[in-house]
């Protein structure tokens, strides 16, 4: 018999309730939005990312870091949206999407944004905010970007990068694990 | 209403029948096995992976490559296995166990492996392999390596490459999608 099915549950707040989102603004604080809530609902890392398609103005899925929660340290926010959204359009391409996260990507979560072929990341808070908690972002260098720019990703760095730094400070406050590798 | 959960499904023909491996060689033989038998069953990409405790003989979880069945960019071999040992073992923390794999990881798998805390990794077919028939590895540097070797993950390269590199040919006769981002 196989072993049972991988499940990535979103915790059970989350909610995609067809609100729009006009600009990277609003899309982006959508993201931080979900960190958030992560952290005051203890659901997670203070970390969260939306996917929408370029243009759009209704995201086709949400993610929220579900390390601590799940006991799943793949489940970053990036990669539990590219999923969730992968399996909700039936694809394993994200070609015309972009993906906002309220946080810069680790060098996993980079990684999975070239495999999905996105097209656009924006974020908020900066490696130095996410490393001034204690968090790790692994092996992540100038070449990182230039290799995924090279494949046509663009990045828009610190869109907001107050209100997502703000979260990080906020599950500091919570006592949130730090729970690098 | 929350979404749906992420299902990754092992494919119907994987079990883990209590076998035991006792050395690296037959660990990385198993790896190399479900990489094959991905292929001939065309269930997915031709790479595999088992992880184990430390010194032990029988794996904790195993995965296999399940991009295109799945339609999950994330569902590399590596990921796959990490986050069913996870979930068998109830944490997000593999320290304690090591991972062998039928080819080098890619950028996300490397940085999946750090987040893991793995302590070793063994892999068979090479960067220049798994290049060879088409596939991207993302930006993987001599950084990378060392970035986390500094961190405590020992690296084990090209056991038995040969038979890595022979699956990756057998995907290309079989006609198996080439899948980058």
């Given at each position: 018999?196989s072993?049972?099915?991988i499940?990535?549950?979103h915790?059970?707040?989350l909610t995609l309730?067809?609100?729009?989102?006009?600009?990277?603004?609003?899309?982006i604080?959508?993201a931080?939005?979900l960190?958030r809530k992560?952290?005051?609902r203890e659901?997670g890392?203070?970390?969260?990312?939306?996917?929408?398609?370029?243009?759009?103005r209704?995201?086709v899925?949400?993610g929220?870091?579900g390390?601590?929660?799940l006991h799943n340290s793949?489940?970053h926010a990036e990669?539990?949206a590219?999923m969730?959204?992968?399996a909700?359009?039936d694809?394993?391409?994200l070609?015309g999407h972009?993906l906002?996260?309220?946080?810069?990507?680790?060098?996993m979560?980079?990684?999975?944004i070239?495999?999905?072929?996105l097209?656009?990341?924006?974020?908020?808070?900066?490696?130095?905010?996410?490393?001034?908690i204690?968090?790790?972002e692994?092996?992540v260098f100038?070449g990182?970007?230039?290799y995924?720019?090279e494949?046509?990703?663009?990045?828009?760095?610190?869109l907001?990068?107050d209100e997502g730094?703000?979260?990080l400070d906020?599950?500091?406050?919570?006592?949130g694990?730090i729970?690098?590798?």
């Amino acid at each position: 018999m196989s072993p049972p099915p991988i499940q990535i549950a979103h915790p059970g707040w989350l909610t995609l309730d067809g609100r729009e989102f006009a600009t990277d603004g609003d899309k982006i604080r959508l993201a931080i939005d979900l960190a958030r809530k992560n952290v005051l609902r203890e659901t997670g890392g203070p970390f969260g990312a939306a996917i929408f398609p370029v243009d759009g103005r209704r995201p086709v899925a949400v993610g929220t870091n579900g390390v601590p929660r799940l006991h799943n340290s793949v489940a970053h926010a990036e990669p539990v949206a590219i999923m969730a959204a992968e399996a909700f359009l039936d694809t394993e391409s994200l070609h015309g999407h972009e993906l906002f996260v309220s946080a810069e990507p680790c060098a996993m979560c980079l990684g999975a944004i070239g495999w999905a072929g996105l097209e656009r990341v924006v974020y908020a808070a900066l490696r130095e905010d996410v490393e001034r908690i204690g968090f790790d972002e692994g092996p992540v260098f100038a070449g990182s970007y230039e290799y995924l720019v090279e494949r046509g990703v663009a990045f828009v760095r610190g869109l907001h990068r107050d209100e997502g730094a703000a979260v990080l400070d906020l599950y500091v406050e919570h006592g949130g694990p730090i729970y690098n590798g």
